[in-house]
Each structure stands twice: as C-alpha cells, then as structure tokens.
C-alpha cells in the first residue's frame, strides 16, 4: 500500500507544480476549462452509482440505496456534511437491520 | 465592496477550515475502515492534500479496485489543481518558497484568492486559507482515523454507505453550479454502472470519464474566445464552505 500512496500524493504535487510551468494560453482554451468543470462531477457520479448498486462484479439493490436516497435529500438540502453522512450511515444501518 | 480587515479574513478562513476539519475527520474513519494503516492514511493528507483525489483513491480500494485505477482517479480528480495553480502562479512566492506554497493551491485557496482580489489581499487571503485549511484538515484526518480504530464491524454499522454520501455531498454543489452538469453526471454514472459487471473494479470509474467528451466538443464549437480562469469555480467563490473538495 505504501507505494500506492507515496506515488499517487507525488502525482497530485506534481499536477499543481505543473501549473507553474506550463504556458497561460495552453490551458485557457474553452474546451480545456470544459474538460476540468467536467471531469469531477463524471468521475463523483460514478463512484456514487458504484458505490452503492457495486458489489465485486455484481449489481446489486441493497440498504445502501436507501443511505443513497437519503444523502441525496439531505445534500439537495443544503444539510451540512455531517448531517448527510451521519444520515446515510443510520439510515443503512436501520435498513439492514430490519431487513 | 469595502476593504476588508486582516481579522476578517483571518476569521473567514478559520470558519472555512473548521468546515473542512470535519471533512478530514471522516476521510480520516473512511481510509482506516478501507484498509489503510493510521500512517498511510495520515501521509496522503500531507503529502497529496486534495480531498476529492483522497477520497477517491479510497473509495476505489474500498471498492476492491486496483492500486493503479485508485491512482489514476486520483490523478484525475487532482488535475483541476493545476488550472488553479495557473491561475494563482502571479501570487505565489518566488525562489524555493513557491515548491512548497503551490502545495497549498487547491479549491478553498483559489476561492478565497480570487473573492479577495477587489481588495488587493488575495495573497493574504491564500496563505491565511492555505495554513488553516491544511492544518484542520490534518488534524480532522488525525481524529477520524484514530476514532475509527476503535469502531466494531464497519458493515453493520452502515458505514459503506459512507462514501457514496460523501461523495454525493461534493457533487451536490456542481450540480447546482452548473447546468449541463446534470447531464454528465446521468452519462458518466450510466456508463460506470453499465460497465460494473463485465470490468474490474476501477475501470467502470475511469470509463466514467467519456461523458466529458459531448461538453468539451460543444465548448470548442460555441465558445471560439479563450478567458482564462475566473470561472472555474462559481460555486466555491460564493460559498466556500458548501462542499469544496480540497
């Protein structure tokens, strides 16, 4: 595991140097301040959908939808982040209890 | 806009660094529940310091993913770094001191930077947020690792639905930011899930990134005037506490 975060961290450093070297005009493009806008929200939303339906490599419908839901009600909410973990975690937790 | 006293800013950025204290407490419990030891945990809020690539990188290995997709994501998720880096280079000090300053350039910083501007204190701005941000979040990180150590079984806890929450709570601010945002989001999650059954864990994330493609081409055809920066992170300049991603 060691390496894994040793090179990934020097890579993340290395990125935000990169923007100290590199030319203004080859990053200001449109198309390129479309692709940074773009690529957190492809990437958060399929880390959500993984996440929750993801088991290995099965797709499954488990308590972790309802965590899902309710996250999802509590951030539209503008909940703070606490309250939108502690309720996915308990509302989980509820589901795979009763269920 | 008047001028705004030190003590103002220095209050702001200490509120912006309480909220991201609790961030680092529950990446913190999420990275020790996922298998990394309280050091390795601790290394990656030092060493990499930018909570979107953390918490991905392990929610790919929760997720059974291999070392080098939980990289690349992270990577990923770190490359917004650098447009932000270009756009706060002028600030930053020069000589030696601007290696160790651009390790500060992340979401809050640029926010705080650039709303501070007006007033010609968007390098006090950078360094007040820059110091309290890495501190609470290194010690939230701290916090959240030792506590989760002590925790029972994280399943029957409901912890796995953690991460998926986290990640929703990120996500919700660009959504609202943004309008075609939506849309690549309903593409890039589809295609991970679409994905899910025939590719090894991590891949599906990764493929994740072809929605990206439509808004880049419909970006270059309507917009032919390139404008650097400012618009880069609409929802942290006016909310800095909702949902920055380090």
């Known amino acids: 595991m060691w390496p894994l975060v040793l090179v990934s961290s020097v890579g993340c450093y290395l990125l935000k140097l990169l923007g100290l070297a590199v030319p203004q005009r080859l990053l200001a493009g449109p198309g390129a301040r479309a692709a940074v806008l773009a690529l957190p929200v492809a990437l958060l939303a399929a880390l959500i959908l993984t996440g929750t339906f993801g088991s290995g490599t099965a797709l499954v419908l488990d308590a972790r939808a309802v965590g899902l839901v309710v996250a999802a009600l509590l951030a539209w909410r503008r909940a703070p982040l606490l309250v939108v973990l502690l309720g996915a975690v308990v509302a989980t937790a509820v589901t795979r209890a009763v269920l | ?246």
């Open chain 2, 1 to 246: 806009m008047n001028s705004r006293p030190r003590s103002t800013l220095r209050r702001d950025a200490i509120g912006l660094g309480l909220g991201v204290g609790v961030f680092g407490l529950s990446f913190g419990a999420l990275a020790v529940t996922a298998g990394l030891s309280l050091w390795q945990t601790q290394v990656l809020s030092l060493l990499m310091f930018t909570g979107g690539s953390q918490y991905a990188l392990v929610g790919v290995l929760a997720s059974g993913g291999s070392a080098a997709a939980a990289a690349t994501v992270a990577w990923l998720l770190g490359a917004r770094n650098t447009f932000y880096a270009v756009r706060l280079a002028p600030l930053l000090a020069r000589g030696p001191r601007r290696a160790v300053e651009v390790q500060w350039v992340i979401d809050e910083t640029t926010a705080m930077a650039t709303a501070a501007e007006p007033d010609g204190r968007a390098r006090e701005a950078f360094l007040l947020t820059g110091a309290a941000v890495y501190v609470f979040w290194n010690v939230g990180t701290l916090a959240g690792s030792v506590a989760a150590g002590l925790a029972p079984d994280p399943e029957l806890l409901g912890l796995d639905a953690a991460f998926p929450a986290a990640f929703v709570a990120l996500l919700a601010p660009r959504l609202r930011a943004d309008p075609v945002a939506g849309a690549v989001a309903l593409l890039g999650g589809a295609v991970a899930l679409a994905l899910t059954p025939y590719a090894p864990a991590g891949i599906p994330v990764l493929a994740s990134l072809v929605a990206v493609a439509p808004v880049v081409l419909r970006a270059r055809r309507t917009s032919p005037t390139p404008d650097v920066t400012p618009g880069l992170t609409p929802d942290l300049t006016q909310r800095p506490t909702d949902g920055g991603t380090g």
